[in-house]
């Protein structure tokens, strides 16, 4: 290997499985592969759903082996969750999942101490019940000395050293995304003691270096520096947008579909609110200002309720079914929990007087055009909302490999759709990496060895743009 590349491992941990990903960057060259790949699968015990931290962190252990020697170490993960350690720095238990039930009811018991608009105007970030504020009302926190986002936990059992990545901060709805630091006074009128958080860290700071029994059992040579990525994984899929300018949105697609604008600073509005868009931070002081959609998690659970069905047949068959037969509220609360999904998107059409999709492929149908109305609304919204218009969509994550997804979505919202890269979120992360270590510019610089280097599929929109007004304006009752 020439010595002007560099290797980087970037350890991306998703809902459903994790990641090891090597990525080795040139001066005019970024090439990605596959290291690590293993399952994340949550359990359900007596108290609860938790995650299986250990088994995570077993996984990044082995992941690091199988990438053999780099030159560091980043980590990305989805948002919100956090450990408890004691004043020992020991976990206190596995996390809790954000799918548990224990914050229910929670977030009406907030907002009788800060009124809704309050919190949003202070934190900018939109309501979800999961949110890391109503998590920590709910947590009884005994014996808790210290909190660390999954990032930031993991990067602790790696390095010894403790710190708060600032991306994945802005989601704990206990950050002011206009001073990017805590607010104070939303925690204090909570009762949330921020000191249980440790410093705030940015991307591209130095986390620690490996410790040496880490060394020793992933067979690395030290010394291995950990560098603080955008560890929200949003963060950094987004700063692997390849995009030019600033006329672009943005959908990450996978378990979630995130949705919407990088924007110069964050929009604070009621409007904005009831609209529940929020406002997270990313990199270079540059605002994602999206909306959550529930994602390819609804055909994920459909095709688990279905025993696994081959998923390239069941979207052959799907681009078969007619379009807009049936549509459901892809952001609907009602779709968060596991289990059961095609009854329940199902039962929705039956409610709001569509026909029932009875097949797979009609659920799959029903599921595919209501993420693509999702998309289009998302975006529609977030232009105006924040005076921003767009030129281009650009699709990154596992939805890229959704050929039927993509065209919809760039028929849907009636303007091309740049499809990939796939592996975004490992991508960003291995750009901030090469970054703090002098290998790539700035975020335009990055985004443009991204265009250079990745594979990437246009798609026209097609269609009458009539029948996906019709389509929203059936799903909104009018």
């Known amino acids: 290997m020439s010595a002007s590349v560099k290797s980087y491992a970037a350890v991306d941990l998703g809902a459903s499985s994790g990641r090891v990903m090597v990525g080795r960057v040139g001066p005019d060259s970024l090439e990605l592969s596959e290291a690590h790949r293993f399952v994340n699968r949550p359990v359900r015990v007596p108290e609860g759903l938790r995650w299986d931290i250990l088994s995570l962190y077993g996984g990044v252990l082995d992941g690091l082996k199988a990438a053999g020697q780099v030159d560091s170490v980043g980590i990305d993960s989805w948002a919100v969750d956090y450990g408890l350690l004691d004043a020992d720095g020991a976990l206190l238990g596995n996390p809790v999942h954000y799918r548990d039930s224990r914050t229910e009811g929670v977030a009406q018991k907030v907002w009788a101490t800060v009124p809704a608009p309050e919190l949003y105007a202070a934190t900018g970030l939109q309501y979800a019940p999961f949110n890391t504020l109503y998590q920590l009302v709910a947590d009884r926190l005994v014996g808790a000395r210290r909190l660390l986002l999954i990032p930031d936990l993991l990067t602790y059992w790696l390095t010894g050293e403790q710190g708060t990545e600032l991306t994945n901060a802005s989601t704990t709805q206990l950050i002011d995304p206009r001073t990017r630091a805590w607010s104070y006074d939303i925690a204090e009128r909570v009762g949330i003691d921020l000191d249980l958080f440790a410093p705030l860290r940015q991307p591209g700071d130095p986390a620690g270096l490996l410790r040496p029994e880490v060394l020793e059992a992933t067979g690395l040579r030290g010394p291995v520096p950990v560098t ?22 943005y959908i990450c697609t996978g378990t979630w579909s995130l949705a919407g604008l990088e924007l110069d600073a964050p929009v604070l509005t009621e409007e904005s609110r009831a609209a529940n868009f929020t406002n997270e931070l990313g990199l270079d ?17 459909c095709v688990r309720a279905w025993g696994d069905p081959d998923l390239g047949e069941l979207l052959l068959d799907a681009a078969k079914v007619p379009a807009l037969r049936s549509v459901v509220d892809a952001g609907d609360a009602m779709f968060l929990a596991p289990g059961r999904m095609p009854e329940r998107i199902a039962e929705a059409c039956r409610v709001s007087g569509q026909p029932v999709p009875a097949s797979p492929a009609e659920v799959t149908r029903c599921i595919l055009d209501s993420l693509a109305l999702a998309h289009r609304k998302a975006i529609d919204e977030a232009q105006r909302l924040a005076g921003h218009p767009v030129d281009v969509v650009h699709v990154v994550g596992g939805g890229t490999r959704n050929a039927l997804l993509c065209q919809l979505t760039a028929d849907a919202c009636g303007l091309p759709v740049v499809a990939g890269p796939t592996e975004a979120a490992a991508l960003g992360n291995v750009l901030v990496q090469a970054r703090a270590h002098g290998l790539v510019g700035d975020l335009a610089g990055g985004r443009e060895l991204l265009t250079r280097t990745q594979p990437l599929t246009r798609y026209e929109p097609q269609g009458d743009s009539a029948r996906w007004r019709e389509a929203q304006a059936r799903l909104a009752g009018d």
């Open 228 to 249: 603080a990525v955008g560890s929200h994984d949003t963060a950094s899929a987004v700063a692997a947008v390849p995009a030019s300018g600033e006329r672009f949105a």
């Open 285 to 301: 002081g540059t605002v994602r200002y999206l909306r959550n959609i529930m994602g390819l998690w609804l055909l994920q659970e």
